[in-house]
């Protein structure tokens, strides 16, 4: 194939800042970049939006029939604690402070990060390589910059010359900084001495004695820079130049900014053609993040225990309320509006269940094909999904008219409309139905009713005073594991 | 703390082949390495009793309240098909089968490989390094062993000199193979020219120009041999000598007894105090293999989708049929022995049940202080699984007589052994209760009985022509989303 199936697609290219025709470079085949966790601490719900943004573009290609080759990594090394070029690693000071091993650092936080991944109904990546399974490559990206008069050494370690690579390049055009701006701004950092202008980045920095993660280099011992890793890595799977790079839009600056100054300056060509960026999730209009005692754990919102959560709230809801949100904008996180998509959700799943139970018409009264028209065209909208869920509900709303008898469809068209809910709703958004949770409830509420029924029909017996048919009913119930309790408030029962 | 709490521990060394008390270097801290994975297909069931036979061990040195240092690599290059130097690496040949990168072949497999963990309730270990995280380590161990004289360069590539160590130490000391039979017993190989003796073998490899998994070294473009990673990976992570090093029997030669010349030639020194070794699945007394179209995947075994299951198996039966048998022991998997083992489980499951609610008696009429250390005296006794059951299940005739007010216990008496069962059959066994299926079953059973007790009340009314009162009722339970069906064989129902 060479075109999608409904196509075509637009994208916002963060690097043009305009919607652009997705026209992958290979196609069917499209690479795909994103970047992962810094494994040094448990992910909060802002990182789960910003991955399940690029889940539903992995979905979305793969709807489409591309075949994406999907990275994305997993940073366990490099990743200063300020950022930049100073301050301790963010995993060997974890290391520090919880007594372990770097690398069990890194075990048990890509452990956690799975488990989320997992959680909220992501798909795995194609390939999830590791800052230190690259070190090789990574060295390999220094010698070239290094051979290419774009970096130099110092002391051991190695700088990336900004201002040199700007003479020719642009550098900032990513972020829509100006080199003069960016001078102005510096401050002072850790090795600034060894750097030649306050802008050059660290692409290999030497260790200390005490450092705990480190590896031989042609410069002496040391790390790998922060930025280099997704450069060598993407180079290394995807190849020098790739069709969408993706992150947070906290990583615009500098880190993308300086992957694709590495990528020029290393193999003299931009590395990708689109950019994408998610937006922030904000708390009750705040910035979520940990110090504002705001960036509330996956689990934290499951169960409902923390201080901003009027109770707690299903994966699936919580996915369901970022997807009506276009990924670019900021998505504030309130229990109002939570509680909104928990009820949008289930009118929605109800929905899906009754589909199959449609009594055919003879006529078709909805325009499915429309419908379906629309959805594809939300979603080829730059992965318009609030306006795709928007459509879906109008689907719903179908759904419910006919099953109250008030719309008819044809036996073929309700069909169309059923394919057309499981594609977008379980493939596209990724949403699931939430078995266990419903069944019990499900269960457990024919459960009440039953036994409420045998509860109505003892109480009858004993305003009777037929002692003997009240009590055999009891029996009944225990012997099924049923025990009555009979209050103040009336009979109420639970499990033996 | 220097002793374990209820001691000494008594393992089987395979390179002493003697019983012998385990010592740790540093206790409380245990270094405990097992050979995991080569990530290019499905385990099978053999593959998880191998896994699990560590997972109890690494779950008694922390029982005992050893801190333990648990590694477990994932081997993504280097294994060659034939085991030996030849062939194609076992990643790339699937890779170019399913028509993808390497890379992609490791996260597919790693991803299954960790679901099967998960779903026999495996612990993580402590850290999961891959063979390619770790190449410069590995490239460093190569040079070392060139420079103490141990291994030679030919043709890029770098061969161990099996010969020239025999004459200093004791190669096959483990395996218990001698240098003479070994070598009568050769074949020739891919790169047996290259080699001074057919015995030697390669701890770097040269890549061929087509090779899809290489890196650079001081030899050119290659990679690792198999033998080496464990080496690099468990030295680097646990010291230069360490407490356990396990695996599956058939690691014992080549694979580990490489290991052991590698480490003695870089670093001069015997790097593992205590070698285990598990023992074989046999099914229906034939070796498992995939050759043999009897190598189960542990979702058929749940499923009971194969010719040789009579039936599914939950992962909790299958894990608990595999601890009945003592690690080093041959284990038979057949449908009878499968079958005895659920009823065993659930027979264990319904006493712990139980046991909170026993009511407590005046006087001890049967010794728990006893039972408790003989479940300790045979977990000692080189990870006495079975025995320890079985004394387990001496507990459970005790809940039961109990139970049936037959025998007497305190209250803190029962408290005891709740303990003693939670320790063993949880944190130690590694069991757990099967929590969906369990309250499912449960759950459609009570629903089962009062459903019933409607169909009979119908069944009466109608006998006595009484069409609203059994109409009455078909309604109710309409209302709950349970639909009655008459047929030949009775009334029966089911979820609307």
């Known amino acids: 194939m060479s075109e999608p199936k409904k196509g075509p697609l637009f994208l916002t290219n963060t690097l043009t800042r305009k919607k652009e025709e997705f026209v992958p470079l290979n196609p069917p085949f499209v690479g795909l970049y994103v970047c992962g966790p810094t494994v040094y601490s448990d992910v909060h719900l802002g990182n789960v939006r910003s991955f399940t943004t690029f889940d539903v573009l992995y979905r979305w290609l793969t709807h489409l029939g591309y075949k994406v080759r999907y990275v994305r990594n997993i940073t366990d090394v490099g990743h200063l604690v300020d950022d930049v070029d ?6 060997a000071k974890r290391a520090r402070l919880e007594q372990l091993e770097p690398m069990e650092i890194v075990q048990k936080y890509t452990n956690g990060f799975h488990d989320v991944m997992r959680l909220f109904n992501l798909k795995n990546p194609s390939i999830e390589p590791t800052a230190t399974a690259h070190l090789i490559e990574q060295i390999g990206m220094v010698e070239r910059i290094v ?30 900084r100006k080199i003069d701006e960016l001078m102005t701004n510096t401050r002072d950092t850790e090795g600034m001495e060894e750097k030649r202008s306050p802008l050059d980045f660290a692409i290999w920095k030497k260790a200390d004695a005490h450092h705990l993660m480190k590896w031989p280099s042609p410069w002496g011992e040391g790390f790998p820079g922060w930025h280099l890793e997704c450069s060598a890595m ?62 509330f754990t996956p689990e934290e919102l499951l169960t409902g225990n923390h201080k901003l959560l009027d109770k707690g709230y299903s994966a699936m809801t919580v996915r369901f309320f970022m997807l009506q949100c276009h990924y670019a904008s900021t998505l504030d996180f309130s229990n109002e509006a939570m509680q909104a998509s928990e009820k949008g959700l289930e009118r929605m799943m109800k929905a899906i269940e009754l589909l199959s139970k449609l009594k055919p018409g003879a006529v078709d009264e909805a325009d499915i094909a429309s419908l ?43 069909e169309r ?50 002692f003997a048919a009240s009590d055999a009913i009891r029996e009944k119930l225990a012997v099924l594991g049923i025990v009555l309790k009979d209050g103040k408030e009336g009979t109420t029962w639970e499990r033996a």
């Open 372 to 414: 379906e028209q629309r959805c594809y065209a939300a979603m080829n909208d730059d992965l318009n999904t609030p306006v795709m869920i928007a459509e879906l509900f109008e689907g719903v709303r179908i759904i419910n008219s006919v099953n109250d008898g008030k719309l008819a469809l044809t036996g073929p068209t309700i």
């Open 234 to 295: 993407s180079t290394k799977y995807l190849g020098q130049t790739f069709d969408v790079h993706g992150g947070g839009m906290d990583l615009k600056f500098p880190h993308h900014e300086c992957e694709i100054a590495q990528s020029v300056a290393a193999d003299g060509i931009a590395p990708v053609r689109y950019w994408m960026h998610g937006n922030m999730l904000t708390v009750n209009g705040r910035k979520m993040a940990k110090s504002e005692g705001n960036g």
């Open 417 to 466: 409309l059923k394919q057309l809910f499981d594609a977008m709703v379980f493939d596209v958004l990724g949403l699931k139905k939430e078995e266990g949770a419903l069944r019990q409830a499900q269960g457990d509420s024919a459960m009440d009713g039953l036994v409420g029924e045998f509860i109505r029909m003892r109480a009858e017996a004993k305003a009777k005073k037929d």
């Open 86 to 91: 100073a301050g301790e690693d963010k995993i």
């Open 147 to 176: 051979k290419n008069g774009y970096a130099y050494e110092a002391n051991g370690s190695v700088y990336f010359d900004v201002p040199k690579y700007a003479e020719k390049f642009a550098y900032g055009e990513l972020s829509g």
